[in-house]
């Protein structure tokens, strides 16, 4: 009688063990060696204008190109920002000033008519081919989808000074932890078309913000295996 008890047992024993590494291995098919956090990159759309993760350059103008967001959300100096991003500008905003620095969103949101008329403003003070290295045209700008921001502090606007500013190099950073990136960096000029701008931020999300950070990779068109964009 012991010995079948403990037969009994052990089989009880053993069938439980199986059943929970059963219900603990991957599916089938799943790609254990890249690790159960592998990140995917199929998450949100690149395309559609409305996504956090729209990728907008030279050769990827928004559709339609006059677009306007609308969950705009008014954050400090009469600046507005898509919710989601006016959310986290304003966290960011506020442990900056926790960390004793000051920072403003100089220029957030700007629709399609708006940019019009930074474009042409920059096309008559310096000529179209500068002006295309450091305003995008309309149709084409990040300020347009309501999730870029130039941010100003320390006395600098938006500036060169920005980023060697204590404000400046707080936010470079910083950003990515609420879901930023610095979207014009001096390497890679010849990928964005755009010279170095150290004020402009791109809201993604903190994921992608973090990935990006993590893998050390500066550019969403690096990131997703999109062409180099340097002109129109």
Not at 65 to 88: F, G, H, M
Not at 90 to 102: E, I, N, V
Not at 213 to 232: M, Q, R, S, V
Request: net charge neutral.
């Amino acid at each position: 009688m012991f010995i079948l008890i403990l037969g009994l047992g052990y089989f009880v024993t053993n069938r439980d063990k199986s059943t929970a590494e059963r219900k603990s291995a991957p599916p089938v098919g799943t790609n254990t060696s890249a690790g159960t956090n592998a990140f995917n990159k199929k998450q949100y759309s690149i395309d559609d204008p409305t996504s956090i993760w729209v990728v907008v350059n030279k050769s990827r103008p928004l559709q339609p190109t006059t677009y306007a967001p609308t969950d705009l959300v008014a954050v400090s100096n009469n600046q507005k920002l898509r919710q989601p991003a006016a959310e986290a500008f304003t966290r960011m905003q506020t442990d900056a000033k926790a960390a004793g620095y000051l920072i403003e969103p100089l220029s957030g949101y700007r629709s399609y008519g708006t940019q019009v008329t930074v474009y042409n403003s920059e096309v008559s003070a310096y000529g179209k081919e500068k002006a295309d290295t450091e305003s995008a045209r309309p149709g084409y700008s990040e300020h347009q989808t309501g999730l870029g921001v130039d941010i100003g502090g320390d006395g600098c606007g938006i500036d060169d000074c920005f980023g060697d500013t204590p404000a400046g190099k707080w936010v470079a950073t910083n950003a990515y932890k609420y879901g930023f990136i610095q979207r014009y960096t001096p390497d890679k000029i010849h990928i964005t078309g755009y010279r170095h701008e150290s004020w402009h931020y791109r809201y993604v999300g903190a994921e992608l913000a973090s990935e990006m950070h993590t893998k050390n990779i500066e550019t969403l068109e690096e990131f997703f295996g999109l062409p180099a964009a340097p002109n129109y």
